[in-house]
């Protein structure tokens, strides 16, 4: 018997959590359905022994690359066993491997994919899972495995855009430090010597150089062990709830930055909520996924409290709007989408849309940051030559005198 975690809804809608025993995740769902509980995950709780995959996380281009040759080889009638076989002979990464292996052993036995992929959903985006299981009941497992390829596509390139935007900023910045401390630490040192050797007074901004990097030469060891203490008391700090709401509630009101977050996360929800719709998850379940699989702790709170109301049929713009958390031009399309029973299309266009705008402010905000990075960084450097440049002609002078 081996035990399962689960997480599930009732028929009232609440949430419940528990554990179970069960020969296999098949009769564990079983177990919970008779309960007449919705089934949100379930997962199988292994000891250390026990594990023979890593619990890291997927590669999301090994997930993208899987999900569309699994959904070629559903379109063309391959039966998924079969699938699965040769995707797991072409997969590069082992612990993806493994993972293909045991569901390929779990369908054989009569699963059904969602059900043999459960056990390891906690390796997959959190949507995956869900998305797969209302596919199955509808009958539109390709179009979903295609459709989730897609997104997860479009995921890896805005994560990449971010990443080059921000690689020539930060070779500046590494380039510029590295300069500035073999000034400080190799040259200012020698010009220190040489006046003292004639007896000559070093410049003002030379002075206040050296004064700088002597007091970090003697306390080096104060000023690292100050900044190791605050980061830990910060990391401590956001380990709970009330220090994590606080972090992202002041991430999401710094400027322009926390307009960068709340785009990305409107966007995501967006497609990822449409996404789901048109794979048949229950728009309750759906918003419970999204709540789940949501970084920032507001946007969480929000997406949770927005579903209780839905619960109390509210319906999804009204609360939308009251949440404060949303842009009002999206959630107008969310009232429209919602009396022309189109809301599925309405969210597509949602994300099409916020997936422009956040294109747009991150070039916005790396077009303002790397002239900022090296305006800072020659600043710094600037000094340091100044500090140079007096000092030898502070010796010129005086020693002429």
Known sequence: MARYAYKALAPDGKEVRGKIEAATVKGAMATLVERELDVVSLKERKSILKYEITRKKLKLSDVMHVSRQLAAFTK???????????????????TMRKVLGAVRGELRTGESLSSALRPYESLFPLFYVDMIRAAELAGTLDKVLADMAGYIERDIEARQKIKSALTYPAVIFVASIATVIVLATFVLPRFKTFFAEFDAQLPLPTRMLIAFIDFFTAWWWAVAGGFLFLFLGLAALVKTGWGRRQRDRALLKLPLIGELIRFAIVERFCRLLAAMMEAGVPLPEAMSVLAEGTSNVVFRDGMLEIREAMLRGEGLAKPMGASGLFPGAMVQMVRVGEDTGTLD?????????????????????TTLFEPAVILLMGLAVGFVAIALVSAMYGIYSQVGT
């Open 76 to 94: 063309a009638g391959v039966p998924l066993p079969d699938a699965l076989q040769v995707i797991e002979e072409e997969a590069p990464d082992k």
């Open 345 to 365: 299309e309405q969210l597509e266009n949602a994300s099409a849309y916020y997936g422009h705008e956040l294109e747009y402010k991150v070039k916005r905000l």
